[in-house]
């Protein structure tokens, strides 16, 4: 059993940065591909970015790519989100996801664990 809890979220003006963390507990962490998503008001929970097992290997969605940016501390059982140059259409709940996959991936489906969530809000 995996447990994630995210921290970071919080209000920013638009341009601004925010870097969301999700620590992990369990000793398996470290063999588990991980996942941000995020959900805005009214809108279908989407894909964010990827990271596999070792870190070696990112994935992230068109509408982040080149702002956003995640990484793995397998020794800190945690993985980040580093969001630049934010805008507000960023504004959502973002959602940290754990999957027993070793292989990164942007489907839902292939996450068995989940957040709790934490807010981030871009003003214009």
């Known amino acids: 059993q995996v447990q994630l809890v995210e921290s970071g979220g919080g209000l920013v003006q638009a341009g601004g940065s925010l870097r969301l963390a999700c620590a992990a507990s369990?000793?398996?962490?470290?063999?588990?591909?991980m996942g941000w998503f995020r959900q805005a008001p009214g809108k279908e929970r989407e894909f964010v970015a990827a990271i596999n097992w070792n870190g070696g290997i990112t994935y992230s969605s068109d509408s982040v790519k080149g702002r956003f940016t995640i990484s793995r501390d397998n020794g800190k059982n945690t993985v980040y989100l580093q969001m630049n140059s934010l805008k507000p259409e960023d504004t959502a709940v973002y959602y940290c996801?754990?999957?027993?996959?070793?292989?990164?991936?942007?489907?839902?489906?292939?996450?068995?664990?989940w957040g709790q969530g934490t807010q981030v809000t871009v003003s214009s």
């Open positions: 369990g000793r398996t962490f470290s063999s588990y591909a």
């Open positions: 996801a754990g999957s027993s996959l070793y292989s990164a991936s942007a489907r839902e489906f292939d996450y068995n664990y």
